[in-house]
T-cell receptor, first 113, second 112 residues
Framework: GEDVEQSLFLSVREGDSSVINCTYT??????LYWYKQEPGAGLQLLTY?????DMKQDQRLTVLLNKKDKHLSLRIADTQTGDSAIYFC?????????????FGTGTRLQVTL | GAVVSQHPSRVICKSGTSVKIECRSL??????MFWYRQFPKQSLMLMAT?????????EQGVEKDKFLINHASLTLSTLTVTSAHPEDSSFYIC????????FGPGTRLLVL
């Protein structure tokens, strides 16, 4: 089955850039997502990328995809204390949106002053 | 973006009782919805796919008689945890697809 891995914890200082990494095993992944979860809350979609793209930028967020190495990263520029949360990458193998997601283990981002 | 709601947001119940959790797509129709379970400090695990007008599809290891799913309409799916036990205590999250997957805010279940 699919396997999606992330490092568990990342600590950065306010104003620095954060880079959260994700690796997946299934080469047939078509969409890859980044979600943010604050304590006790649901998931907020941050961004997603199609498997035929290498990079996507949306304001402070930059997603890089290395399909050959099955590696996905999320870079947050100018990290703020409000960015402290758990970040999940997720993948799906379907070309449709009505398809189940496989989530990574989650990375807890801690932003310090 | 699209909005998905869940009700209740938090529920505490006694062991042996049944609990129903609702998932609604507020401004769009969803023929498919997904139910996930999240244990503390862990990732989301897909439990089942809820299909409007037909039976739900359960993931391996999920007891269908324990977790009853009913997709009553194009905007509502319900998850009923039957004869709940303390080990069923968890955070349950639903999602519905609309361009991408939109997640509800989650329901925290505590079984005493």
């Amino acid at each position: 089955g699919e396997d999606v891995e992330q490092s568990l914890f990342l600590s950065v200082r306010e104003g620095d850039s954060s880079v959260i990494n994700c690796t997946y095993t299934d080469s047939s992944s078509t969409y890859l997502y980044w979600y943010k979860q604050e304590p006790g809350a649901g998931l907020q979609l941050l961004t997603y990328i199609f498997s035929n793209m290498d990079m996507k930028q949306d304001q402070r967020l930059t997603v890089l995809l290395n399909k050959k190495d099955k590696h996905l990263s999320l870079r947050i520029a100018d990290t703020q204390t409000g960015d402290s949360a758990i970040y999940f990458c997720a993948e799906t193998q379907s070309t449709g949106t009505a398809s189940k997601l496989t989530f990574g283990t989650g990375t807890r981002l801690q932003v310090t002053l | 973006g699209a909005v998905v709601s869940q009700h209740p947001s938090r529920v505490i119940c006694k062991s042996g009782t049944s609990v129903k959790i609702e998932c609604r797509s507020l401004d769009f129709q969803a023929t498919t919805m997904f139910w996930y379970r999240q244990f503390p400090k862990q990732s989301l695990m897909l439990m089942a796919t809820s299909n409007e007008g037909s039976k739900a599809t359960y993931e391996q290891g999920v007891e269908k008689d324990k977790f009853l799913i009913n997709h009553a309409s194009l905007t509502l799916s319900t998850l009923t945890v039957t004869s709940a036990h303390p080990e069923d205590s968890s955070f349950y999250i639903c999602s519905a697809p609309q361009e991408t997957q939109y997640f509800g805010p989650g329901t925290r279940l505590l079984v005493l």
